[in-house]
């Protein structure tokens, strides 16, 4: 199980999470490519139900990052 | 799942989320979400029910200002209420979605919902109450439900 490389759908805050994913991409920090990062103005935008659609549309893991 | 809070200046931060993240999703294999598309679809109905969203919304004032009684809820409390709450419509949905299966006896929708036998026929008698299934009759000495 561990060479298998997981989809996770992130949710990003704007002004939070969103903003040091990008800070650590401009001072070219590595992190794994297996998010798929959805920016959100703000965590608390975040629904439940956009958790299981992203279950049910395949993903493997939800991180959501204020 | 996994929540952090990251502030926009703390990118090694980031990085440290995202790669514990991903080690821990790894660990735990793939989702199978074909194989738990029932559960999936009982969830979405629950997080998008009304009652449970008013539950949901009303925590913050009735826990830190009161009901429109003036008591004020002990978060505990109101958590472990609003846990069985969510539990029951969760299992009530599982129910209607293996009524909808064709799994219609009570025997059946225990075994394809994985709940014991008292808790279904307990629901099933509730959800009658409340018009959502249906009394079908008896097939081969057995009660079939449907729902509305």
Sequence with gaps: MADYEPKIVAFLCNWCAYAGADLAGVSRLQYPSNLRTIRVMCSGRIDPSFIIKAFQEGCDGVLVSG | ?148
């Design chain 2, 1 to 148: 799942m996994h929540l952090a809070w990251v502030s926009s200046a703390e990118a090694q931060h980031f990085v440290d989320v995202a790669n514990k993240v991903t080690e821990s999703i790894k660990s735990q294999g793939p989702l199978k979400a074909d194989e738990l598309q029932m559960q999936l679809s009982a969830a979405e109905m629950t997080v998008n029910e009304e009652a449970v969203r008013w539950l949901v919304g009303k925590e913050i004032t009735i826990t830190s200002k009161g009901d429109v009684y003036g008591r004020k809820w002990d978060v505990n409390r109101y958590e472990a209420f609003l846990d069985s709450a969510l539990e029951k419509v969760y299992h009530k949905n599982l129910i209607c979605l293996a009524i909808k299966a064709d799994f219609t006896s009570v025997r059946e929708i225990s075994k394809k919902t994985g709940l014991i036998l008292q808790r279904v026929s307990y629901l099933l008698a509730d959800l009658e109450k409340t018009n959502m299934v249906e009394f079908m009759g008896m097939q081969d000495s057995k009660p079939v439900f449907a729902v509305i």
